[in-house]
């Protein structure tokens, strides 16, 4: 199999930052951070309120980085200036709403395809790789593929979820879910990625799956950070994402 990328999210360490209003901690040094242990890409996501990234954190690592942005962001007509005007390596469109605390499931394509359509089609005039944040569902997969999307992350936060409420049968259920849609993706011809509350716990069984070329994890890995900082939790990931490769 081929080697499973690593994008690192560094939202929460501007999270953190925001909290006291400050300036530090810098979500961009922790992209270079993440950048020198070993992440294949960075994901950050200007959400509409700026809870955690800024416009300024944007620009600013667009600068410092030579890994490929992922710019996770709303299907909205600010995001998608915003996206054409940095132009970064790939574009993440995921549901947004702002009383949610994280993002809360995947984009509902299928109700929206001509808008999502219309939306995608300057992004990648303008060269962004376009990745289209969702569950695994066919229904969804298939409007993903309809509307010109090149990339589907599928959400794992559910997997993850049964796994710690100790709902290992539920756990299972979602895990041959998402087996079953990346194989289905694969076949359409779209690359496949994932991500959404992945954990040293649970990162192994989604690794292995062999049609998967990236996960993105960032709120675990900033919070294991605290602990043995962020070069070793991600080099721990790392470990674990090539060992189960392997």
């Known amino acids: 199999m081929s080697k499973l990328r690593l994008g690192v999210n560094i939202d929460h360490v501007a999270t953190v930052r925001n909290a006291r209003g400050s300036a530090y901690p810098d979500p961009v040094r922790a992209a270079i951070l993440a950048q020198s242990a070993g992440a294949d890409g960075i994901t950050a996501h200007l959400r509409e309120d700026r809870r955690h990234i800024v416009d300024d954190d944007i620009e600013r690592m667009m600068d410092a980085i030579n890994l490929p942005l992922n710019f996770e962001m709303a299907a909205t007509d600010e995001m998608q200036a ?113 991500g959404h509350g992945l954990t040293y716990d649970t990162v192994a069984p989604i690794a292995r799956l062999p049609q998967l070329m990236e996960l993105n994890i960032g709120h675990f890995l900033i919070g294991e950070a605290v602990f043995v900082g962020l070069e070793g939790a991600i080099a721990q990931m790392r470990s674990l994402m090539d060992e189960a490769r392997g």
């Open 82 to 194: 915003i996206a054409l005007r940095h132009k970064p390596h790939a574009v993440c469109i995921v549901p947004e709403r702002r009383e949610e605390r994280t993002t809360e499931g995947g984009l509902e394509v299928a109700r929206e395809e001509n808008r999502l359509a219309h939306f995608i089609a300057p992004l990648r005039d303008a060269g962004c790789r376009v990745s289209i944040f969702i569950a695994a569902d066919k229904r969804q997969i298939d409007a993903a593929h309809r509307i010109g999307a090149q990339v589907i992350e599928l959400h794992t936060g559910a997997y993850c979820d049964y796994h710690y409420e100790g709902k290992f049968e539920a756990r299972d259920q979602e895990l041959a879910r998402l087996t079953e849609m990346a194989v289905y993706a694969h076949s359409l011809g779209l690359e496949v990625h994932a």
